[in-house]
């Protein structure tokens, strides 16, 4: 069978299924089993062999796994890094998180940088790799989610820079950092149901559901951040202006709501004065 003929198949089955882009998946699944890339596969052939690997990964995102759990891997900015059920996959919008981090910290050389609720290391990862000068205190309450931050920074190299601490948000992390930087969970609890089977069904309510983490984790950074040291925080749709009235009057200033590339205002940052 040809590479072609594989991805239509494929993309029937997993349109059938409900999943939201079936042809993307479908080429990132064939093209998996080849260990070829999406814009290679057409003119490819499957042997028997390939088809029998990539018949069940095809009835596992048919049950709505999440692509990337069955890849086993996934781009964030310009790393690869493992993913799986003991964290949250990392996603386009929490880029708009190291770049804003990213600016903040420009100028200076060796920034000190605390990443709370690290999941996969993506943020402290990311921000250790483009910022050569940045030493990443990364930490996590779940000790599943450190081992895959592990894993990912020996992964990319970066476990020189990156610190990895089991605790909850700041409590005994001594400061001064330059900048605290957090995806926290967000999701409220009547939430939940609304959410795709792929995060419902597969990623840690750990890290999904709001129990007051967002300004909890802003009042203990003030106190850990140095004088003109930033937070950064991604927060949920429509949650911005809750947030950022919360920082203010917490006494940050420079307050400011970046969008992300839906238009949704998804970042939220600070200053200590």
Do not use: C, K
């Amino acid at each position: 069978m040809t590479g072609l003929a594989a991805v239509r198949g494929v993309e029937g089955r997993l349109a059938a299924a409900g999943v939201p882009s079936p042809r993307a998946d479908a080429e990132l699944l064939v093209g998996h089993v080849l260990g070829l890339s999406r814009s290679a596969i057409a003119g490819a052939e499957l042997s028997g062999d390939d088809l029998a690997r990539l018949r069940p990964l095809v009835e596992r995102r048919a049950a709505r796994e999440p692509l990337q759990h069955i890849l086993g891997e996934w781009g964030f900015r310009r790393l690869t890094l493992r993913v799986d059920g003991r964290a949250l996959v990392p996603r386009p919008e929490t880029e708009i998180v190291v770049e804003r981090a990213l600016a903040l910290v420009a100028d200076v050389a060796a920034p000190r940088i605390a990443d709370v609720g690290t999941g996969t290391g993506a943020i402290a990862l990311a921000l250790a790799d483009e910022h050569p000068g940045a030493r990443v205190v990364a930490v996590d309450s779940s000790p599943e989610a450190l081992a895959l931050a592990r894993e990912n920074a020996e992964r990319t190299g970066l476990d020189g820079a990156v610190e990895l601490r089991r605790g909850n948000l700041l409590e005994g992390v001594v400061g001064p950092f330059d900048l605290v930087v957090s995806n926290p969970p967000y999701v409220r609890a009547h939430e939940l149901e609304a959410l795709e089977p792929e995060v419902r069904g597969h990623e840690p309510r750990l890290a999904l559901l709001d129990g007051g983490q967002t300004e909890a984790l802003a009042r203990q950074a003030f106190d850990v951040l140095a004088p003109g040291g930033a937070l950064v925080l991604e927060v949920g749709d429509g949650h911005a202006p809750r947030v950022a009235a919360a920082l203010e009057r917490l006494g940050y200033t420079d307050v400011a709501r970046t969008d992300d590339l839906g238009g949704m205002e998804r970042v939220v940052e600070g200053r200590r004065p």
